[in-house]
């Protein structure tokens, strides 16, 4: 089946510095790719979508120069934390879709996310 | 705006008994549902997903899912759990349009625990 591999799965970082997350499909194509970000017993929020090529899609009161998305290929994105603050210690999880299924019928594919610690 | 409801925030099973988690959606229109599975530290995984026809789903695990449109619902039941069972399930919910870039709306989740 399609995988979507997330790489770190765990990171700790100092205050201050940044950390960057990728997303990538192992066996597909990804033309659109989610970023969410999970609090401990809560939902997942869509941060951002990136679009291959394109610019990312951010929602409602995510900061986008702090949160820097690149879609560069068809099988990677990317999600920087800058000038990362304890507070954006979180679970982040990537997901894509198999541009290869067709719209309609194609689910998601989740990265197994990363861990996310600032100190 | 489209939302997801999951009622039971925890539910606790003994294994071999049966289950069902509920669900239930505000959408304009027809959507797709879709439930995921998550384990401690994990992505999510697809356990089912319905788009149209047949109202009943069947997955994998032993998952199956009813969409009734009366009720706004897609509860997910499984006849006898498994002790592998034990993780958190998401209901989701997305457009039924083929534009726009397909995003989705996550319940909070329940959390299943299992007595052995």
């Known amino acids: 089946g399609a995988v979507v591999s997330q790489h770190p799965s765990r990171v700790i970082c100092k205050s201050g510095t940044s950390v960057k997350i990728e997303c990538r499909s192992l066996?597909?194509?990804?033309?659109?790719m989610f970023w969410y970000r999970q609090f401990p017993k809560q939902s997942l929020m869509l941060m951002a979508t990136?679009?291959?090529?394109?610019?990312?899609?951010?929602e409602q009161g995510v900061e986008k120069d702090k949160f820097l998305i690149n879609h560069a290929s068809l099988t990677l994105s990317t999600l920087t934390v800058t000038s990362a603050h304890p507070e954006d210690s979180s679970f982040y999880i990537c997901?894509?879709?198999?541009?290869?299924?067709?719209?309609?019928?194609?689910?998601?594919?989740f990265g197994n996310g990363t861990r996310l610690t600032v100190t | 705006a489209q939302s997801v409801t999951q009622p039971d925030i925890h539910i606790t099973v003994s294994e071999g008994a049966s289950l069902e988690l509920r669900c239930n959606y505000s959408?304009?229109?027809?959507?797709?549902l879709f439930w995921y599975v998550q384990s401690p530290g994990q992505g999510l995984q697809l356990l089912l997903k319905?788009?149209?026809?047949?109202?009943l789903v069947q997955g994998i695990k032993g998952f199956e899912a009813e969409f009734k449109r009366s009720q706004s619902s897609f509860n997910l039941r499984k006849p006898s759990v498994h002790w592998s069972d034990a993780a958190e399930y998401f209901c989701?919910?997305?457009?039924?349009?083929?534009?726009?870039?397909?995003?989705?709306?996550f319940g909070k989740g329940t959390k299943l625990s299992v007595i052995p």
């Open positions: 997901s894509a879709r198999d541009r290869g299924t067709g719209f309609n019928y194609s689910p998601l594919h």
């Open positions: 066996d597909f194509q990804a033309t659109t």
């Open positions: 990136s679009n291959e090529g394109s610019k990312a899609t951010y």
């Open positions: 959408y304009g229109a027809t959507p797709y």
């Open positions: 319905y788009f149209s026809g047949d109202t």
């Open positions: 989701a919910v997305g457009p039924h349009s083929g534009a726009g870039s397909y995003q989705l709306t």
